[in-house]
């Protein structure tokens, strides 16, 4: 691990403008120096910051809720727009038009326990090649989705080798309108040993996944 590499590591899971993370990335890379300077040894200023989703996660929670709200909405459009382009793979139904966006719960219609509750249950059962769990907490549209083939594909598009999974370090819930339907969309953000990526979804008012998607973490137009 370099000094490089590890605030990478951390700005990749920073959800703010290109800006916001060009501020981040040249604070840790200069405190970081800093330190250094001082006769402290890289291994034991990063064993003291914490681990990269940790350490976004507290950068996260500095950021206004507006930006970071923004931020995502971007992330919804380039979904809704692209089919497969280089390092994101989605799969999508009924999503052909660029959707609108809220806050999450600002109509009431979903509760944040129950909507995180799901979108874990989600990306624990694609970890674990759980099929039939998918294929439950689906809608039917989904049916010709979730399989072994299409599983497989999707992680080969993200990396050919993942490597094995070390922790989940954040979740983001909103709100979309799809043909003036409200659904809840969630992103679970991932860590593997060769890849950091998200799983995006899509979920219905019946607490059902009507789109699922994985997307390497900063793969955006950003």
């Known amino acids: 691990m370099t000094e490089k590499t590890y605030v990478k590591s951390?700005?990749?899971?920073?959800?703010?403008?290109?800006?916001?993370?060009?501020?981040?990335?040249?604070?840790?890379?200069?405190?970081?120096?800093?330190?250094?300077?001082?006769?402290?040894?890289?291994?034991?200023?990063?064993?003291?910051?914490?681990?990269?989703?940790?350490?976004?996660?507290?950068?996260?929670?500095?950021?206004p809720a507006d930006e970071r709200r923004s931020v995502v909405i971007k992330k919804v459009i380039f979904w809704a727009v692209l089919l497969v382009v280089a390092a994101i793979v989605i799969w999508r139904v009924d999503l052909y038009i660029t959707p609108q966006t809220s806050e999450f719960g600002s109509t009431g219609l979903f509760e944040e326990e129950a909507v995180t509750e799901l979108a874990m249950e989600a990306a624990e059962a694609f970890e674990h090649d759980d099929v039939d769990t998918l294929l439950a907490i689906s809608t039917d549209k989904m049916t010709d989705i979730f399989t072994m083939e299409n599983?497989?594909?999707?992680?080969?598009?993200?990396?050919?080798?993942?490597?094995?999974?070390?922790?989940?370090?954040?979740?983001?819930?909103?709100?979309?309108?799809?043909?003036?339907v409200d659904y809840a969309f969630a992103e679970v953000v991932v860590s593997h040993e060769n890849a950091d990526f998200m799983y995006i979804m899509m979920i219905d008012q019946d607490m059902?996944?009507?789109?699922?998607?994985?997307?390497?973490?900063?793969s955006s137009e950003e």
């Open 151 to 180: 599983i497989e594909d999707a992680r080969s598009n993200i990396s050919d080798d993942i490597g094995d999974f070390i922790e989940y370090t954040d979740v983001v819930l909103f709100e979309t309108k799809q043909f003036q």
């Open 208 to 218: 059902k996944i009507s789109s699922f998607g994985l997307q390497t973490v900063g």
């Open 10 to 63: 951390i700005v990749g899971k920073v959800h703010g403008t290109k800006e916001t993370k060009e501020k981040y990335r040249k604070q840790l890379m200069d405190s970081i120096m800093e330190r250094e300077a001082n006769g402290e040894f890289l291994y034991d200023i990063a064993g003291q910051m914490g681990d990269p989703g940790m350490v976004a996660k507290r950068i996260n929670a500095e950021i």
